[in-house]
C-alpha cells in the first residue's frame, strides 16, 4: 500500500486532534496542514521565488498573485510572499536580487550550475540542523530516499539543497517511419552501415509515394530536440567514466561522432542547409509533416509530447506509424538514450533567511501528497473527482487548463510517486483519446527498449549532477569546447578540403592550449575526492528497478 492510501487514516486522526485544540481557543478551523497548535505558535513569513513562464491566463491574476497563491496562505503554515522569476532568465535575476540583499528566503531553481554558483558565493544556508530540529516530512522523505541527501551534499560536507524524486524513464525517444520500413521491405537498422543505408532509402526511394523527391532519412542534425541523437549514439561526451572507474576529460570520443556525421551528410540523406536552422524547428516541422524517416524528441512528458508532436503529425499524416528505435551498435560501442533525472534538486535557503524554521514548515507542507497533487490536478470535487481505486479523474478539461494546468511549479519539491501507482507516467495516459493510446503504445516500446543496462550516452552522469568548474575554467572550458564543435562542423560539410582526421588534430591542439591540463586536473581532483558521493548512471537504473518493482506491486 502507498504512503498515499494511508493518508486520509492519518489526515483523520490529525484533523481530530487539531479540531480539539481548535475548539478550545477559538470557533475558526486551524488551516490545512498548518501544525494545528493555534494560539500556541504565530505563523511565520517568508518570501519564495516561482518561475514565471509567462503562462497565466488572462483573468488568472499574476504568478505572484492568483488563485493558488491565496491558496497556499490560506492552507499553509506560513505567510508567503511570492517573487516572480522569469523562467529562461533566472541567472541573471537571481545575481540582481543576490547582490541587492533582496533576494528572496526560499529560492527554486533546476539549474544545478545556478545553485552551485550561489553556494560558491557563500549565498545559501547549510539545512541540516534545521531539518533535524524543524522537520518531520521531509526528514521522512531523506530517511525513505537517502539519494536526496547524497545528491544536496555540497563540497564542505553539509546539505544545502531540497529536491525531489522522479521516475525513471527515457528522457529522448528515436523515432522511426515504420510503415516506410515496411513499404520499402526494410527493417529497423542495429548499426551505423544500416542506419546510413536506411536513411539513404527513405531518402532516395519516394517512401511517402508521392512521385516527388522530398524526403529525407533523418532532420535535426545540429540544433533542437535530435541535436543530442548522435552524442549519445557514440557516448561522445567531455567527461566520462572510463572501464577502470577513473575519470576522462577531453575531446578524443568527438572524433567517430564526427565521422558518422560526415559520412551521413556526403550520403545526402540530411538537408544540407541544416545549419541555417537554428532552433531545429524546420527539421522538426518537416517531421511533422511526414518528410523525414528518423526523429528523436525530448519525452520527458509523454502526455505533452502525445498532445503536441504526436497529434499534430497523425492529423497531418494519417498513415504515419511511428516506431522506437534502439541506439544502432558502432565502433565505439553500444549506449542507450539519455533517461530522466531521478533524484533532482530543486530549492536552497538564502543564507540570509530571517525565518528558517518558517521555511522548513512550508518545505514540509510542499512534499506533502495532499499538497503536491493539488498542483498536478487542483481541488477534489471541483477540478477532479477519485475514482473508487484512488485514480484522478479530471472533470472539465477547459477548468483545469484555465486553472490549474499552470501551477506545477508549486510543486517542485513534491516527489509524485508518493502517491502510488497513480503517480506513474504510465497510468497518466486517457486510451480514449487516439493521440493519448498511440502515445502510450510508445511509451511502453520505449521503457523497454531504452531502461535497459546498456551504458547511457551522456558521459558520467546526468547533467544535473555533475560538478561546476570555478569560474575562470568554466570560461576556458566553454571557450575550447565551442572551438573544437566548429572545427568538428567544418569537417563535416568542407569533403575533401578539410578532414575528419586533420579536424581531429585541430581538436587536440585548440584543447591542449585552451586550458586543457588545468580543467583535466581539477576534475580528477574532484573525482577523486567526490566519486563516493555522486550519483551515476548506475545508480539511477538501480532506482529504475526498485520504481518498476514497486509499480508492479500496486
Not at 481548535?22 to 505563523?43: F, L, V
Not at 529497423?188 to 529525407?216: M, R
Not at 551528410?265 to 544540407?272: L, T
Not at 572545427?487 to 591542439?509: F, L, P, V
Request: aromatic residues 12%.
Amino acid at each position: 500500500m502507498s504512503l498515499f492510501n494511508k493518508l486520509p487514516k492519518l489526515m483523520l486522526i490529525a484533523g481530530l486532534g487539531s479540531g480539539l485544540l481548535a475548539g478550545c481557543s477559538n470557533d475558526k478551523e486551524p488551516a490545512a496542514g498548518s501544525s494545528g497548535n493555534t494560539g500556541e505558535k504565530e505563523r511565520g513569513s517568508i518570501s519564495s521565488t516561482i518561475y514565471d513562464r509567462g503562462s497565466v491566463p488572462n483573468g488568472m491574476g499574476t504568478i505572484e498573485d492568483n488563485m493558488w497563491t491565496k491558496w497556499i496562505n490560506e492552507n499553509g503554515p506560513a505567510n508567503l510572499k511570492f517573487v516572480a522569476i522569469p523562467r529562461w532568465e533566472s541567472q541573471s535575476k537571481l545575481n540582481v536580487l543576490l547582490a541587492s540583499g533582496s533576494a528572496p528566503d526560499l529560492i527554486f531553481e533546476f539549474g544545478t550550475s545556478i545553485r552551485n554558483q550561489m553556494f560558491d558565493q557563500k549565498q545559501l544556508m547549510p539545512l541540516d540542523d534545521l531539518i533535524e530540529q524543524h522537520s518531520v516530512e521531509y526528514k521522512a522523505l531523506l530517511g525513505k530516499y537517502p539519494q536526496l541527501k547524497q545528491a544536496g551534499i555540497k563540497s564542505d560536507g553539509k546539505l544545502y539543497e531540497f529536491g525531489r524524486m522522479n521516475e525513471v524513464y527515457p528522457l529522448v525517444s528515436v523515432f522511426i517511419r515504420e510503415d516506410w520500413l515496411d513499404k520499402l521491405g526494410l527493417q529497423v537498422p542495429t548499426n551505423e552501415e544500416e542506419f546510413l543505408a536506411v536513411a539513404k532509402a527513405f531518402t532516395e526511394q519516394d517512401p511517402d509515394g508521392n512521385g516527388v523527391d522530398d524526403t529525407y532519412g533523418i532532420g535535426g542534425f545540429e540544433f533542437g530536440d535530435n541535436a543530442g541523437l548522435f552524442r549519445y549514439i557514440f557516448n561522445a561526451n567531455w567527461v566520462n567514466l572510463g572501464e577502470n572507474g577513473e575519470i576522462e576529460v577531453g575531446p578524443e570520443r568527438l572524433q567517430k561522432e564526427a565521422e558518422f556525421k560526415r559520412a551521413l551528410y556526403e550520403a545526402g540523406v540530411v538537408d544540407k542547409d541544416f545549419l541555417s536552422d537554428k532552433d531545429g524547428s524546420k527539421s522538426k516541422q518537416d517531421f511533422l509533416n511526414g518528410k523525414i524517416g528518423i526523429y528523436a524528441f525530448m519525452t520527458n512528458d509523454y502526455m505533452g509530447f502525445a498532445s503536441r508532436e504526436l497529434d499534430t503529425l497523425m492529423t497531418n499524416v494519417p498513415d504515419a506509424k511511428l516506431k522506437i528505435m534502439p541506439l544502432p551498435k558502432t565502433s565505439a560501442g553500444q549506449f542507450t538514450t539519455v533517461w530522466n533525472n531521478p533524484v533532482q534538486m530543486t530549492a536552497v535557503v538564502n543564507a540570509r533567511a530571517k525565518n528558517p524554521e518558517a521555511i522548513m514548515e512550508y518545505i514540509d507542507f510542499l512534499v506533502k501528497p495532499e499538497t503536491g497533487r493539488t498542483f498536478r490536478y487542483g481541488i477534489e470535487g471541483e477540478h477532479y473527482k477519485l475514482e473508487a481505486d484512488g485514480k484522478p479523474v479530471i472533470l472539465d478539461q477547459e477548468k483545469y487548463k484555465n486553472e490549474v494546468s499552470w501551477a506545477s511549479d508549486f510543486g517542485m519539491v513534491y516527489s509524485r510517486l508518493e502517491e502510488g501507482k497513480y503517480g506513474y507516467a504510465e497510468t497518466q495516459f486517457d486510451e480514449a483519446i487516439p493521440a493519448q493510446k498511440e502515445a502510450l503504445r510508445l511509451f511502453r516500446e520505449a521503457m523497454e527498449t531504452y531502461m535497459t543496462d546498456l551504458p547511457v550516452g551522456e558521459g558520467l552522469t546526468h547533467s544535473e549532477h555533475m560538478p561546476q568548474l570555478p569560474k575562470e575554467l568554466q570560461v576556458k572550458f566553454s571557450n575550447v569546447t565551442a572551438a573544437v564543435h566548429d572545427i568538428y562542423t567544418r569537417a563535416i560539410i568542407s569533403g575533401s578540403k578539410y578532414t575528419i582526421e586533420q579536424a581531429a588534430d585541430d581538436a587536440q591542439k585548440q584543447w591542449e592550449t585552451g586550458g586543457s591540463a588545468e580543467i583535466v586536473d581539477w576534475y580528477k581532483q574532484w573525482w577523486d575526492k567526490e566519486k563516493d558521493n555522486v550519483l551515476i548512471w548506475s545508480d539511477f537504473y538501480e532506482i529504475y528497478e526498485q520504481q518498476q518493482e514497486a509499480f508492479k506491486a500496486e
